[in-house]
């Protein structure tokens, strides 16, 4: 057994947990979660009721229902959740073969913690694994041009099912990147007004000129999630850190750990990019 895997079944997910966990609340509103999203710079959180976890929310649950605004409506129901004794090999197993990324911990039924991708990405960058890179590099990549619009570019994530995209120039170089969380922290909550045509009698058909005549506009406030007029450009992150391919497995975790990225591009020697380093892939060396 190598040391990574002897680690991996001998730490607790306890050991490696955040426990000061930011939450929402049922009944809770859109603003209560887009508040912690913006001022932790986190993914989701989890939505707990009575002390019991009974939900999840993230960035993308909010940009793909941007007319929604309670937290029940808007929340994963029913989330996976691990207890603070599992391995972290357990806790990695769970992640790496679902679309989460944070998994709350709980003891009983308790919410006592979360752990993240983050967390598993800071215990690899404590090893000494030089291993390349090379074969965690995904291959499925999509790209933005910098001269996208911001709404734009993001139907186009929402629609690949990608939270951060690097960012093209016209020379196929690498001049940024984007993630949703740059679109969350740039989104604004729109107030406008619909309204709907009620009709007052119940025997008339629609077409009548009785069922025309007896009729109600009935007007409605709609709030709603919107993206400035902008583009990409705009809003990416311009300084780009890097991997190639033969960058070091823990090497590249210190990386993203520092700069907090879930992501690194993997590029050429002139620059063009090669494929995307995701976070998540790595968590295939603990199992």
Same mark, same amino acid.
């Given at each position: 057994?190598?040391?990574?895997?002897?680690?991996?079944?001998?730490?607790?997910?306890?050991?490696?947990?955040?426990?000061?966990?930011?939450?929402? $609340?049922?009944?809770?509103?859109?603003?209560?979660?887009?508040?912690?999203?913006?001022?932790?710079?986190?993914?989701?959180?989890?939505?707990?009721?009575?002390?019991?976890?009974?939900?999840?929310?993230?960035?993308?649950?909010?940009?793909?229902?941007?007319?929604?605004?309670?937290?029940?409506?808007?929340?994963?129901?029913?989330?996976?959740?691990?207890?603070?004794?599992?391995?972290?090999?357990?806790?990695?197993?769970?992640?790496?073969?679902?679309?989460?990324?944070?998994?709350?911990?709980?003891?009983?039924?308790?919410?006592?913690?979360?752990?993240?991708?983050?967390?598993?990405?800071?215990?690899?960058?404590?090893?000494?694994?030089?291993?390349?890179?090379?074969?965690?590099? !995904?291959?499925?990549?999509?790209?933005?041009?910098?001269?996208?619009?911001?709404?734009?570019?993001?139907?186009?994530?929402?629609?690949?099912?990608?939270?951060?995209?690097?960012?093209?120039?016209?020379?196929? $170089?690498?001049?940024?990147?984007?993630?949703?969380?740059?679109?969350?922290?740039?989104?604004?909550?729109?107030?406008?007004?619909?309204?709907?045509?009620?009709?007052?009698?119940?025997?008339?058909?629609?077409?009548?000129?009785?069922?025309?005549?007896?009729?109600?506009?009935?007007?409605? !406030?709609?709030?709603?999630?919107?993206?400035?007029?902008?583009?990409?450009?705009?809003?990416?992150?311009?300084?780009?850190?890097?991997?190639?391919?033969?960058? !070091?497995?823990?090497?590249?975790?210190?990386?993203?750990?520092?700069?907090?990225?879930?992501?690194?591009?993997?590029?050429?020697?002139?620059?063009?990019?090669? !494929?995307?380093?995701?976070?998540?892939?790595?968590?295939?060396?603990?199992?």
């Amino acid at each position: 057994m190598e040391e990574h895997e002897w680690i991996a079944v001998r730490v607790r997910v306890r050991d490696i947990m955040a426990e000061d966990v930011a939450y929402v $609340t049922v009944p809770g509103t859109r603003e209560d979660a887009m508040e912690i999203l913006k001022r932790d710079g986190i993914s989701g959180v989890p939505v707990v009721k009575d002390e019991r976890v009974v939900g999840v929310v993230t960035r993308h649950d909010l940009l793909r229902n941007p007319r929604e605004e309670q937290i029940a409506l808007l929340m994963t129901r029913n989330p996976i959740v691990i207890n603070q004794d599992a391995t972290i090999a357990e806790a990695a197993k769970i992640i790496y073969s679902s679309t989460i990324r944070r998994l709350p911990v709980v003891d009983g039924s308790k919410l006592v913690g979360v752990v993240t991708v983050g967390d598993f990405i800071r215990e690899i960058s404590s090893w000494d694994d030089k291993t390349s890179i090379d074969s965690h590099i !995904g291959d499925k990549t999509i790209f933005l041009w910098e001269g996208m619009p911001l709404p734009v570019a993001c139907r186009l994530m929402e629609f690949a099912r990608v939270r951060a995209v690097p960012v093209l120039n016209s020379s196929f $170089t690498v001049v940024g990147m984007i993630t949703d969380q740059d679109l969350i922290n740039v989104a604004i909550i729109e107030e406008g007004m619909g309204s709907l045509d009620v009709s007052l009698g119940s025997d008339e058909d629609e077409w009548s000129l009785e069922g025309l005549r007896d009729t109600m506009k009935l007007h409605y !406030g709609i709030s709603q999630i919107t993206l400035p007029d902008k583009l990409v450009k705009d809003v990416m992150v311009k300084k780009v850190v890097t991997a190639t391919r033969k960058s !070091g497995v823990s090497a590249c975790a210190q990386k993203m750990c520092e700069g907090r990225f879930n992501q690194l591009p993997v590029i050429s020697a002139r620059g063009k990019l090669l !494929g995307m380093l995701i976070d998540k892939d790595l968590l295939s060396i603990l199992l």
